[in-house]
């Protein structure tokens, strides 16, 4: 006769359970090994590390010294190296603006600009003997320098720090702007680009307001490997430091023209 006391009721339930049948050896061993927790889900593509920044540095750069050496092998035509700056800027656009990882577009930036580079640099070279090499080497310089200074936790990249040097640059750029316009009515425009103690200082911003991006540029690498970027995003890395360093290297040529004689 079946109880009606819910408490023997649910004893029977219970005794049911225990009494299902003995599991064989092989399940005992197969429950055994399984795991008790789900596995962490993998990302469905690599990080990017370290060691993929450097490698793609050294294939920007590398494309931007080939395209350098070949206009200042054929002494190119300064035509043909305006036009290489006019399609290096609008290729150094659309990467910077759409944060482009694509390895063509990067590429082919370097390429016109070191077009464009190897051309400038043969004119400096041709006013001031010697004038290149002195520029390649203040550009490393500057380059370890701020390295160093990243490496050593001396100058800390903030939110604040961020957006000062990224005010800095957009006005940097307006009145470089500005001071074009009015070259054209006058000749020599604000005198920022002369020979002259305006000219020297504002060559020296530019060459400081360059090593404040490198920093921002060390800071975008480690952020990415930090946080797990996919592998991809090591080309943009691979930009902008590329893009800094010519920013580095024209200003200091410029910087070092004024102090070196031209016979």
């Known amino acids: ?19 299902a049948p003995t599991p064989t050896p092989a399940q005992l061993q197969d429950m055994y090994e399984s795991p008790s927790y789900a596995p962490p889900a993998r990302p469905a593509f690599r990080t990017m590390t370290l060691d993929d920044v450097v490698v793609r540095g050294f294939m920007t750069l590398g494309t931007l010294v080939v395209g350098a050496a070949a206009a200042w092998y ?27 990882t694509n390895p063509a577009l990067i590429l082919s930036y370097a390429l016109f600009e070191g077009v464009f580079l190897g051309a400038i640099s043969r004119v400096f070279e041709g006013y001031f003997p010697g004038i290149v090499i002195s520029a390649v080497l203040g550009t490393a310089l500057a380059f370890g320098a701020v390295l160093t200074v990243y490496a050593l936790r001396i100058v800390r990249v903030t939110s604040k720090l961020v957006k000062y040097v990224v005010a800095a640059g957009v006005a940097a750029l307006g009145l470089m702007l500005v001071n074009w316009l009015i070259v054209i009515f006058n000749g020599t425009g604000l005198g920022l680009r002369t020979d002259s103690p305006i000219g020297w200082v504002f060559s020296i911003a530019m060459i400081l307001l360059g090593c404040f991006f490198l ?3 060390f800071d ?23 893009l800094t360093l010519v920013w580095i290297y024209l200003e200091v040529l410029r910087f070092i023209s004024y102090f070196t004689n031209s016979d």
Request: net charge positive; aromatic share 10%.
């Open 1 to 19: 006769m079946e109880s009606k006391n819910p408490v023997f009721s649910r004893t029977r339930q219970q005794s049911a359970g225990w009494g």
């Open 74 to 100: 054929f002494n190119v035509p300064t035509g043909v190296a305006v036009g290489a700056a006019i399609v290096a800027l609008v290729l150094g656009l659309v990467a910077s603006f759409k944060q482009s």
């Open 215 to 217: 920093l921002l540029d």
């Open 220 to 242: 975008a690498v480690e952020q990415g490997v930090r946080q797990g970027a996919p592998e991809k995003f090591a080309w943009q890395c691979a930009f902008g430091l590329t």
